[in-house]
């Protein structure tokens, strides 16, 4: 079955610089990789997904990018602002539908 | 639009307590998914249904977890027995068509057995 690694499992950046959290994946068949923000107590929120047909997406201040012979791909953050501050979840949906996901990352934006 | 909405948000249960959680998933979501978030962890997948159909139960962890979306839209996810290890924060997710990959998270239901 899949399993999917997630480091680092918290992260602290000063507010302006970036953040970079990083996944690994082990099923091949996986082809859809979804990033998740959960703040405390709330449900997680997708900020941004990405499909095994392309290498990169960005939105905004917001980038993934996808390496599909090496199973891994990445979450960055530019210009990172206090409100970025929450757990980070990386998933990859395998073929029957489930995701699986990460341990999560806690990102703490430092004023 | 409404989000998935999920009720209670809150329960907590005398060990041994049989419990059911709702989930109203997105008005028209054909794909209805639960999950288990334990504290600090990743959600964990538990069961998936097609309209009422339920196609993929190989995460619920025991006999005494039961889930059921009869009319294919709200589903009902029923913990019988419950035991201290089934504290956790139970997910319902929602996604548009079959083919699509994109989840909708609810709120969540927080489970306490005591």
């Known amino acids: 079955g899949e399993n999917v690694e997630q480091h680092p499992s918290t992260l602290s950046v000063q507010e302006g610089d970036s953040a970079v959290i990083k996944c690994t994946y082990s099923d091949s068949a996986s082809n859809y990789f979804p990033w998740y923000k959960q703040e405390l107590g709330k449900r997680p929120q997708l900020i941004i997904d990405?499909?095994?047909?392309?290498g990169e997406k960005k939105d905004q201040r917001i980038a993934v990018t996808l390496n599909k012979t090496a199973k891994h791909f990445s979450l960055h953050i530019t210009e990172t602002q206090p409100e970025d501050s929450a757990v980070y979840f990386c998933a990859a949906l395998t073929g029957a539908n489930n995701l699986f996901f990460g341990t999560g990352t806690r990102l703490t934006i430092i004023p | 639009g409404a989000g998935v909405s999920q009720s209670p948000r809150y329960k907590v249960a005398k060990r041994g307590q049989d419990v059911a959680l709702r989930c109203d998933p997105i008005?028209?979501?054909?794909?209805l998914f639960w999950y288990q978030q334990a504290l600090g962890q990743g959600p964990e997948f538990l069961t998936y249904f097609q309209n009422e159909a339920q196609l993929d139960k190989s995460g619920l962890p025991s006999d005494r977890f039961f889930a059921e979306r009869p009319e294919g839209s709200v589903s009902t996810l029923k913990i019988q027995r419950t035991q201290q290890e089934d504290s956790a924060v139970y997910l319902c997710?929602?996604?548009?068509?079959?083919?699509?990959?994109?989840?909708?998270f609810g709120p969540g239901t927080r489970l306490t057995v005591l």
């Open positions: 990405i499909r095994s047909n392309v």
């Open positions: 008005s028209g979501h054909v794909s």
């Open positions: 997710a929602s996604s548009l068509a079959a083919g699509d990959d994109t989840q909708y």
